[in-house]
T-cell receptor
Framework: GQSLEQPSEVTAVEGAIVQINCTYQ??????LSWYQQHDGGAPTFLSY????GLEETGRFSSFLSRSDSYGYLLLQELQMKDSASYFC???????????FGRGTSLIVHP | DGGITQSPKYLFRKEGQNVTLSCEQN?????MYWYRQDPGQGLRLIYY???????QKGDIAEGYSVSREKKESFPLTVTSAQKNPTAFYLC????????????FGDGTRLSIL
């Protein structure tokens, strides 16, 4: 089976940098995705890593180490609007269906 | 504007009643998915469909049924056999291919009366 581990909650102050880690166990790994979900809303896609290394998109970056079965999402210059839940998701197997982690609640304080 | 529309936003079910959640997309995506989200939990896959007239069970299909008669539509029925239906239901679609992101609807919140 597949499993993903990520912290349940992370707290930071406005303007800071925060890292949300994700470790996974799976077979037939294709890639690791990150989604953001505000309370009561739809998850929105942030990033996808299939190869080792860092992908940068504005204030957000995502990292993957396939050999360590580990990735992280890095959020820089935190803003209050970044308070949300962040999910990592592993895509594996022949059907390319992502399996989601339980999510990390990010709370940004002024 | 392309997107995914879920309706209704809120739904209440009586005991012994079947209810159907609507999901429509105009993104021309082949694959569509239904997820259930409980408080503090991730998204759990109920059913998915990769092509019209075909669908597969996900991890928690018991008590649910789906149909895929049109590419644009993937309705989910929560049957009376689902004893704990209170949850947030999310529909998603995506293009085929491993690195293609999923696009989600705004969700339907189902509660028991």
């Amino acid at each position: 089976g597949q499993s993903l581990e990520q912290p349940s909650e992370v707290t930071a102050v406005e303007g800071a940098i925060v890292q949300i880690n994700c470790t996974y166990q799976t077979s037939g790994f294709y890639g690791l995705s990150w989604y953001q979900q505000h309370d009561g809303g739809a998850p929105t896609f942030l990033s996808y890593n299939a190869l080792d290394g860092l992908e940068e998109t504005g204030r957000f970056s995502s990292f993957l180490s396939r050999s360590d079965s580990y990735g992280y999402l890095l959020l820089q210059e935190l803003q209050m609007k970044d308070s949300a839940s962040y999910f990592c998701a592993v895509t594996s197997g022949g059907s390319y269906i992502p399996t989601f982690g339980r999510g990390t609640s990010l709370i940004v304080h002024p | 504007d392309g997107g995914i529309t879920q309706s209704p936003k809120y739904l209440f079910r009586k005991e012994g009643q079947n209810v159907t959640l609507s999901c429509e997309q105009n993104l021309n995506h082949d694959a569509m998915y239904w997820y259930r989200q409980d408080p503090g939990q991730g998204l759990r896959l109920i059913y998915y469909s990769q092509i019209v007239n075909d669908f597969q069970k996900g991890d928690i299909a018991e008590g649910y049924s789906v149909s895929r008669e049109k590419k644009e539509s993937f309705p989910l029925t929560v049957t009376s056999a689902q004893k704990n239906p209170t949850a947030f239901y999310l529909c998603a679609s995506r293009e085929q291919g491993s690195n293609q992101p999923q696009h989600f609807g705004d969700g339907t919140r189902l509660s028991i009366l």
